[in-house]
């Protein structure tokens, strides 16, 4: 009964008995075409990989990838460095933010933006890497300026010493990039609030683009909020009590974005609120201006018409003084009707 128990928890976990964990030669590495590949020296510098060397656990290799070069496509499909599932999700074109344990390692699915001051929506991205105690492998097909930012620090020589400081760094990255674009869309509703309350008449497709940006970036910071969680909680040797609170404050600083995310909505929703307010306040202020006008020419118009049929018999028609009297009449009828206007407090 207890080997059966074994089996099953066995089968419930991701084991592939093809994948090398150690030692990994340098140049198996250098054969997928990577974009960017270095090794860390363990002080924050990122190391050309050297053909004849190995990626060691003090001495770890970065291998960054462009799935959509065959090269690199055949190598994925071919290495021994990674198990089967996570050789389709590397270069799998669509994906959604995850994270799946294996035996050698784990394999992270993040998706972040590309922050562009003063433009809506900014670019999204997908970034998807595969970590281990003494290897990281990363594919992407857009370039991601967190990965940018992330290779200027190594040149530095303010980067990632190992690989669980390479997580954290590029997870406070891409979240940096998620919360720049929030803090572009809150400037934006500021704005807008502020023209709302000098009664401003904004237009709906303006309102409809940052709301549709600020579902956007919920999306994005919903599961990978519990992504942090869900690492930080694993037990995995090459992570330690100080990485894991480190992690625990990125999701933390997720959660707190998520609920200004929320708040902002309901914000954008008060604004459209007040707009409508606003027009219908100023098409009821019309109607009434215009009601009021009707109210005041309807007798001179009733009038008018009748003495305008081409009949004879119009009285005073052959006297010169019939128009002044017709005028006078008028003008009789228009104060009369302003005056009971008032009167009934409608003016």
């Known amino acids: 009964m207890a080997d059966k128990d074994s089996q099953n928890c066995e089968a419930n976990r991701f084991i592939d008995k093809k994948v090398k964990i150690l030692p990994i030669k340098n ?67 669509n994906q959604i933010s995850k994270e799946t344990r294996f035996d050698s390692g784990i394999l992270v699915v993040m998706r972040g933006v590309n922050y562009t001051p003063n433009t809506l929506p900014d670019p999204i991205v997908t970034f998807r890497f595969y970590i281990t105690d003494n290897l990281v492998i990363s594919t992407r097909h857009q370039q991601i300026d967190a990965i940018s930012q992330l290779k200027e620090n190594l040149e530095k020589g303010i980067g990632p010493v190992d690989v669980a400081d390479w997580l954290i760094q590029v997870s406070e990255l891409i979240s940096d990039q998620v919360n720049l674009s929030f803090d572009g869309v809150h400037n934006k509703i500021i704005k807008l609030e502020d023209s709302v309350l000098n009664q401003h008449i904004l237009s709906y497709k303006e309102i409809g683009r940052v709301r549709k940006q600020l579902i956007v970036l919920r999306r994005l910071l919903s599961p990978q909020r519990d992504i942090f969680v869900k690492i930080s909680t694993e037990r995995i040797s090459w992570i330690d009590d100080n990485d894991r609170q480190r992690l625990h404050d990125i999701s933390n600083q997720q959660n707190h974005y998520v609920s200004d995310i929320d708040s902002c909505l309901l914000r954008l929703a008060s604004i459209m609120e007040q707009i409508t307010s606003f027009l219908a306040e100023s098409t009821n202020k019309r109607i009434y201006l215009m009601s009021v006008f009707t109210i005041i020419f309807t007798p001179i118009t009733f009038l008018t018409s009748l003495l305008g ?39």
């Not at 190995?54 to 959509?68: E, G, Q």
């Not at 009949?311 to 009707?337: C, Y």
């Open 27 to 93: 140049s198996e590495l250098l054969s997928a075409n990577p974009i960017f590949s270095c090794q860390l020296d363990g002080k924050g510098n990122g190391m050309p990989i050297e053909s004849h060397g190995k990626a060691t656990i003090a001495k770890p290799c970065w291998i960054h990838l462009d799935f959509s070069n065959q090269q690199t496509i055949n190598w994925i499909q071919s290495t021994d460095l990674l198990p089967n599932l996570v050789k389709e999700e590397l270069i799998k074109p």
């Open 309 to 347: 049929v081409n009949l004879g018999g119009i009285p005073f028609n052959d006297r010169i003084w019939s128009f002044s009297l017709l005028v006078v009449l008028i003008f009789a009828i228009s104060i009369v009707s302003v005056i009971w206007l008032r009167l009934k407090k409608w003016w």
